[in-house]
Nanobody, 124 residues
Framework: QVQLVESGGGLVQAGGSLRLSCAAS????????MAWIRQGPGKEREFVAG???????YYADSVKGRFTISRDNAKNTVGLQMNSLKPEDTAVYYC??????????????????WGQGTQVTVSS
């Protein structure tokens, strides 16, 4: 089992920045690929960004150049720096983990462990 706890969400104006953090506990953190997945109002869950245990990064086209994912295997944490936020980024953001690697087009359904989510609201 892997337990994930997110923090750092909030309300920000368009063009602003937020940083999300996820703290992991349980099994060996470095064995897992980590990701941020979001669900906007009335929308399906959407992969946002992911990072493998070796540090390879994947991003949704909608956030490339604006969001940066990072991980610290020594501290069992993963972060998401979000810049130039847009109202369409408004969503509940979840930290998620899977024991396998990542690939372009990975589905949120392929992740085994989830945090409780943190709300990000971007006002126009």
């Amino acid at each position: 089992q892997v337990q994930l706890v997110e923090s750092g969400g909030g309300l920000v104006q368009a063009g602003g920045s937020l940083r999300l953090s996820c703290a992991a506990s349980g099994r060996t953190f470095s064995n897992y690929a980590m990701a941020w997945i979001r669900q906007g109002p009335g929308k399906e869950r959407e992969f946002v960004a992911g990072i493998t245990w070796t540090g390879s990064k994947y991003y949704a086209d909608s956030v490339k150049g604006r969001f940066t994912i990072s991980r610290d295997n020594a501290k069992n944490t993963v972060g998401l720096q979000m810049n130039s936020l847009k109202p369409e980024d408004t969503a509940v953001y979840y930290c998620a983990a899977r024991a396998s690697g990542l690939r372009v087009g990975v589905s949120p359904n392929e992740f085994n462990y989830w945090g409780q989510g943190t709300q990000v609201t971007v006002s126009s």
